[in-house]
C-alpha cells in the first residue's frame, strides 16, 4: 500500500481546516456584528454546541480513534476494509436517528442541563426552538466524519479536510443575503447549518466513491468487528468528547452572566484558528500514520513520526500561543468591534483570549500523544485521564466563579487541558521507547519557546510604542496586518538563529513530500 506522507498530509489537512478556520472567524465577525452579544446570540451559541458536542462523541472522537486504527489495519492486512467500513456507517446511521428523535422531543432538558440560567429568561426558549433546527445536523456530520476517516485511513486527505469549510460558507452567505433583503440574520443563520451537513455528507460521500471506498446503506449488523468497534468507540468517544464538555460546564458556569457565553464562544473561535490548523491535522495524519507503521512492526518509524509531530505542533503553536497572550486586544479589536460589538466586549473577550493562549499548546499536544494511544486500540487509558481532567475543570469553574465571575471557565478550560497533556505523556511511557520523544526534539522545544520569547517581547514593544494606530479606522486592518507580518519575522530569525528549526531542512521535507 502506498505510504502515508506525514508532512504532506500534514500540509493538505493544514491548508483546508486554515480555509475553514479563517472562514469561521469570519463568520464570528458576521454573527458579532450582526447579531451581537446578548440573549439571541447566546441562545445561538448553546443551541449550536448540542450537536457539536455529540459529533466529537460519535463522529470525530469514536471514529478517529477507534474506526480509523481499525480500517487501516484492515486495509493493511487486506481483511474485507470496506464491509467493516459499511457495517460500521450502518451501525452509526440507525443510532444516529434514535438519538436525534430522543434530541427532538427532549430538548428543553437538554437545555437545562447545558445552560441553566437560560431558565430565568427568554433565552430558553429560544434556545429550545433553536436547537431543534440545528440538531439534525449531527446526522449528517458524523456520517461524513465516517467517509472522512476511511479517506484519512488510505492517504486521502483533501476532500475530507476541505468538507468543513462548506459550513462557513453557507453560514457567511444566508447571514449576508438575510441581511441585505431585511430579513432576520438569525433565522438564516440557523437554517443553514443543517443544509451545510447535507452538502458536506455528499462532498465525502463523492470522494469515497472515486476512491473504490464504495458504501451503500444496509441493514445494520451485529458482528465480532461491531462489537469490538463500539468496545473501543465508546471510551474513545468520551476521550475525544472531553473538551465539549469542558466547554458545556464553562457554558452551565457562564450561562449565569450577562453576555459571558457569547463572549466565551468568540475567544473560543480565536484559539481554535491556530488549534485547527496544527493540532487537528496533526492527529489526523498522524493516527492512520502510526496505525500502520505499528501493524508493520517498524517501531523506529513510528518513534521519528511521533516526534516530527510533536517538533512541528510545537513550532507553530508556541508562537501563536504567545501572540494571542501579548496581543489579544488588537486582534480582538480589528476583527470583533463594530456593529452590535463594542468596546466592553473586546475588552472583556480579549481577556478569555488571552487565557485560552496560555492553554493553546497543551490543546495542539493532545492531538500528538493520543494517537499513541489509539493506534494501539487502548481508548480507556486516554478516557481515565480525561475523567480526571474532566472533574479538575469543573471543580475549578463552579469553584472560581464566585471569586473571579464569567471568566473561571477560560481558566479552568486551560488548566485541564494542561493536567490532561501531563497524564498524556506520563502514561505514554508504559508504551515503550516508541512514545517517547527523540533527542531532536528535546534539544530543539526550548529553542522554539526562546525564539516565541523574543517574539512576544519584539510585539509587546511595538504595541507599547505605537498603540493608538489600531484605533484609527482605515489603518486598524493594515495595522493587525503589519504586526502579525513583523512578528513572524523576528520569530523566524530568531528561530533560525536559535536552531530551532531550519530553512534548508524544510525544503527538503518539502522536495520529498512532492514527490
Not at 288 to 299: C, G
Amino acid at each position: 500500500m502506498k505510504p502515508i506522507r506525514l508532512f504532506k498530509g500534514v500540509l493538505t489537512v493544514g491548508f483546508w481546516t486554515l480555509m475553514s478556520r479563517v472562514l469561521g472567524v469570519v463568520r464570528e465577525i458576521l454573527i458579532l456584528a450582526l447579531v451581537g452579544p446578548g440573549p439571541i446570540m447566546d441562545a445561538f451559541v448553546a443551541a449550536f454546541r448540542l450537536p457539536n458536542m455529540f459529533r466529537r462523541f460519535f463522529a470525530e472522537g469514536a471514529f478517529n480513534a477507534a474506526f480509523v486504527p481499525m480500517f487501516s489495519k484492515k486495509m493493511e492486512g487486506g481483511e474485507d476494509p470496506m464491509g467493516f467500513a459499511r457495517d460500521a456507517m450502518n451501525g452509526l446511521a440507525l443510532v444516529l436517528i434514535v438519538l436525534s428523535a430522543l434530541a427532538m422531543i427532549f430538548m428543553p432538558a437538554m437545555v437545562w442541563a447545558t445552560a441553566g440560567g437560560f431558565g430565568e429568561d427568554t433565552r430558553f426558549d429560544l434556545t429550545v426552538g433553536y436547537g431543534r433546527i440545528v440538531f439534525p445536523y449531527i446526522f449528517f456530520i458524523s456520517l461524513a466524519a465516517l467517509f472522512s476517516g476511511a479517506l484519512n485511513a488510505v492517504g486521502r486527505f483533501a476532500a475530507a479536510a476541505a468538507a468543513p469549510v462548506l459550513l462557513n460558507i453557507f453560514v457567511i452567505t444566508a447571514m449576508l443575503v438575510a441581511n441585505k433583503m431585511g430579513e432576520p440574520v438569525i433565522k438564516a443563520l440557523i437554517w443553514a447549518v443543517p443544509v451545510s451537513g447535507i452538502v458536506q455528507l455528499a462532498l465525502v460521500w463523492v470522494a469515497a466513491h472515486r476512491a473504490d471506498i464504495r458504501l451503500k446503506p444496509g441493514r445494520p449488523r451485529w458482528t465480532p468487528d461491531m462489537r469490538r468497534l463500539v468496545r473501543v468507540a465508546i471510551p474513545a468517544g468520551l476521550a475525544g468528547g472531553v473538551m465539549q464538555i469542558n466547554l458545556l460546564v464553562g457554558q452551565q458556569v457562564a450561562s449565569y452572566f450577562d453576555k459571558a457565553v457569547g463572549w466565551l464562544y468568540a475567544a473560543d473561535r480565536l484559539y481554535q484558528l491556530p488549534l485547527g490548523v496544527v493540532g487537528i491535522a496533526v492527529g489526523i495524519v498522524l493516527l492512520p500514520d502510526l496505525s500502520r507503521r505499528l501493524k508493520a512492526q517498524d517501531d523506529a518509524g513510528a518513534k521519528a513520526a511521533f516526534s516530527r509531530a510533536g517538533e512541528l505542533s510545537l513550532a507553530l503553536t508556541v508562537p501563536c500561543a504567545v501572540a494571542l497572550v501579548v496581543i489579544p486586544g488588537p486582534i480582538v479589536s480589528v476583527l470583533f468591534e463594530r456593529g452590535q460589538t463594542l468596546a466592553a466586549d473586546t475588552l472583556a473577550i480579549s481577556m478569555a483570549v488571552a487565557i485560552y493562549g496560555l492553554g493553546l499548546p497543551a490543546f495542539v499536544l493532545q492531538k500528538a500523544l493520543q494517537p499513541l494511544f489509539f493506534a494501539r486500540e487502548d481508548t480507556r487509558t486516554p478516557f481515565r485521564y480525561a475523567l480526571v481532567a474532566m472533574a479538575v475543570n469543573a471543580a475549578v469553574a463552579i469553584g472560581l466563579a464566585p471569586v473571579v465571575g464569567w471568566i473561571a471557565p477560560a481558566i479552568a478550560t486551560t488548566l485541564a487541558g494542561w493536567i490532561m497533556v501531563g497524564l498524556l505523556a506520563i502514561g505514554g511511557r508504559k508504551l515503550g521507547d516508541v512514545a517517547r520523544f527523540d533527542t531532536r526534539f528535546r534539544t530543539r522545544v526550548w529553542r522554539v519557546c526562546a525564539a516565541s520569547g523574543i517574539m512576544g517581547v519584539a510585539l509587546w514593544a511595538v504595541l507599547w510604542a505605537v498603540p493608538q494606530i489600531f484605533a484609527i479606522p482605515g489603518w486598524r486592518y493594515l495595522a493587525l496586518a503589519a504586526l502579525i507580518a513583523f512578528g513572524s519575522v523576528v520569530y523566524g530569525v530568531s528561530g533560525q538563529a536559535l536552531g530551532a528549526f531550519s530553512m534548508a531542512e524544510l525544503r527538503g521535507v518539502v522536495r520529498r513530500n512532492r514527490r
